[in-house]
């Protein structure tokens, strides 16, 4: 199944166990307390955005618009932080637990390396660096140079 339909069913089963997880935060401290900690982690979250200010933001979006979807890397300055406090805003406890994990430098490098291994496998998988041939598939071409722009003649 492609990333994108992954992406639709999580989309679709996130506010579902946003409100499982709710509930079970509820249970375990109250609802009263959980309230609150649904209210706090969203103030975290506005104040964890206000503090990455509005040059993080310019700069991420410069580089949008220049390099595109590309210009996305969690080791960018500021970027983790504005994506951990956009998080924290969210309701919801796994987002918040997200958004809290998107804000420690460790965890951002680690999940670095592994979409950079996940897209390099991908990239392997399209493009086989080893292209298996069966004798009949392919012919030796001459060794000879290229005389002046003229292409090589080709051995039969």
Do not use: Y
């Not at 592994?114 to 390099?120: D, L, V």
């Amino acid at each position: 199944m492609s990333l994108v339909k992954w992406g639709f069913i999580g989309l679709f089963l996130l506010p579902v166990a946003e409100m499982a997880a709710f509930i079970a935060v509820a249970i375990a401290i109250g609802w009263l307390g959980a309230v609150c900690l649904f209210l706090a982690t969203t103030i975290l979250g506005l104040l964890i955005l206000r503090r990455s200010g509005r040059n993080d933001i310019d700069r991420f979006r410069d580089a949008f618009r220049r390099d595109g979807i590309r210009a996305i890397h969690l080791e960018s300055p500021g970027l983790g932080s504005m994506l951990g406090g956009i998080l924290l805003v969210f309701p919801g406890f796994i987002t918040d637990v997200l958004g809290a994990l998107l804000l420690v430098p460790a965890v951002r490098r680690r999940l670095r390396r592994f979409i950079a291994g996940a897209r390099e496998a991908r990239r392997r998988r399209r493009e086989p660096s080893v292209v298996d041939l069966t004798p009949k598939e392919w012919r030796q071409i001459s060794e000879r140079p290229v005389k002046d722009g003229q292409p090589r003649k080709r051995v039969k």
